[in-house]
């Protein structure tokens, strides 16, 4: 800006001053007006669009993760860029540097004009500030788990304690036993040699309720070795899945848990015909499932023996194949029979399974290892006489 610049510039300037706005009623009115403007539009968004209402506070709820509202979210998603002992960097240096900063603004940038494209730099730094603003806002919104509501995994009860008990199969047998029964853990790191209570036992089901149950299950007792299983904890399970676990305990352990009629019929197992080949996928699954799963899946300790599918009973493990049609020296049958075998030790490690339940695996793996119903009709009867196993076999309802 030169001189005549400079000049003429003042004179504006004294020239406006002289004839100068009131502030009232001028400046006021025109306050008032804007005001008065927002407030209809606030009512009219109150009224006509309102706000989602969140689940009504519960004390007693502690899934509930509070956030920040929207408008706070990139302050919130700057401190993760300082984690633990730094935390301070992003709570107290960076705030007062940017709030000083704003101070010595007027300082640095003393320049008269006043027309943006005159400005670069302070539009500069104001630019760079409302993009990292609107960034960290962005990723914040896209890294945020949603909140996690009591989504409906199952729609009734006998669903829910079928799911329960599935999920049950998967997250706890390893440790509680396929009861509940506990004893001494095998199999399981860290817990080596652990003698675990029964948790399905009167006196534990009398005294825990469903409440207190859910949040075992929810935070885990990472002090003991249980960790903890709910999706806000690090775990995977959503609050709707921790429920069915919950059904399923109550009602297969608590003896004063009445299971409706249809309930029953839902989780009885398949039935076995004399003589008949048992198919894997109606007979061999469930049971696989109930028994074995929690340790021969993904990420456990099992010699990778995965046993998640038929392909996976029948192919997987470092001493594959595990499973032999027709023949009972089949690894999978000799650990059964709690033999200690180069693949491994007695499965399920920790304790037996009926006679009845072995049978059943035996009359499957005599049959040919069938994988459909079909299969195993076509496959016609086994001998049983070999076997040690009752005419007719209804595998035990859990
Ligand atoms: C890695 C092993 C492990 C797994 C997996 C595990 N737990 Fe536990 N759980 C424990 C240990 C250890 C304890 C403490 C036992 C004790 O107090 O002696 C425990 C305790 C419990 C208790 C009793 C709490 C109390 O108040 O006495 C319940 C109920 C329970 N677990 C349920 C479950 C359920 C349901 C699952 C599956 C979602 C599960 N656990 C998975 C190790 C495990
Ligand atoms: C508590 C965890 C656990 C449970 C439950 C369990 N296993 Fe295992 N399984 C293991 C471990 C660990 C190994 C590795 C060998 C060893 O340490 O004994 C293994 C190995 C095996 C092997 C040998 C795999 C190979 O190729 O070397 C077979 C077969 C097997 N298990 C079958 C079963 C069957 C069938 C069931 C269910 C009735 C079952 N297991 C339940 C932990 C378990």
């Not at 003042?10 to 006021?28: C, M």
């Not at 935390?87 to 705030?95: A, D, K, R, S």
């Not at 040919?368 to 009867?381: D, V």
């Amino acid at each position: 800006m030169d001189d005549e610049q400079k000049q003429r510039y003042l004179e504006k300037y004294k020239q406006a001053k002289q004839q100068g706005v009131k502030f009232f009623p001028d400046i006021i009115y025109k306050d008032l007006l804007v005001s008065f403007a927002l407030f209809i539009i606030l009512v009219m968004l109150a009224t006509f669009v309102g706000v989602a209402n969140e689940p009504k506070a519960d004390p007693s709820d502690s899934s509930y993760i509070p956030r920040p509202e929207w408008y706070f979210l990139f302050l919130f998603e700057m401190l993760k860029f300082f984690p633990g002992q730094i935390e301070w960097v992003g709570t107290i240096v960076v705030p007062t540097v940017a709030i000083l900063a704003l101070f010595l603004l007027p300082f640095l940038d003393r320049k008269p004009a006043r027309y943006p494209g005159k400005r670069w730099r302070a539009i500069g730094v104001m630019g760079v500030v409302v993009l990292a603003m609107i960034a960290l806002t962005i990723r914040a919104v896209i890294t945020t788990p949603p909140q996690v509501e009591a989504e409906t995994v199952a729609t009734t009860l006998s669903e829910s304690i079928l799911i329960g008990q599935d999920l049950y199969s998967i997250n706890c047998v390893e440790c509680h036993g396929p009861d509940g029964e506990g004893g001494i853990i095998e199999g399981v790191e860290g817990l080596e040699g652990y003698d675990m209570k029964s948790i399905s036992a009167q006196d534990e089901m009398y005294t825990r309720t469903d409440d207190t149950l859910f949040n075992v299950i929810n935070y885990g007792q990472p002090d003991l070795g249980m960790q903890p299983f709910g999706i806000a904890y690090g775990g995977e399970l959503s609050i709707g899945e921790i429920e069915t676990i919950v059904d399923f305990m109550r009602y297969t352990w608590d003896d004063r848990a009445e299971l409706p009629q249809e309930v029953t019929q839902a989780s009885a197992m398949p039935t076995l015909g004399e003589d008949q080949v048992p198919s894997y996928d109606v007979h061999i699954e469930p049971l696989v499932k109930r028994y074995c799963i929690s340790c021969h899946r993904p990420g456990k300790k099992n010699n990778n023996y995965l046993m998640q599918s038929y392909e996976e009973v029948m192919n997987t493990g470092d001493h594959a194949p595990n499973v032999i049609p027709g023949d009972l020296a089949s690894n999978l049958i000799r650990m059964l029979h709690r033999e200690e075998i180069d693949a491994g030790g007695p499965m399920p490690p920790t304790k037996a399974l009926k006679p009845e339940i072995i049978a059943i695996f035996e009359r499957w793996v005599l049959g040919g290892a069938p994988q459909t119903p079909e299969e195993a009709a076509a496959a016609g009867t086994v001998v049983t006489g070999t076997l040690t196993a009752p005419q007719t076999t209804a595998i035990p309802t859990p």
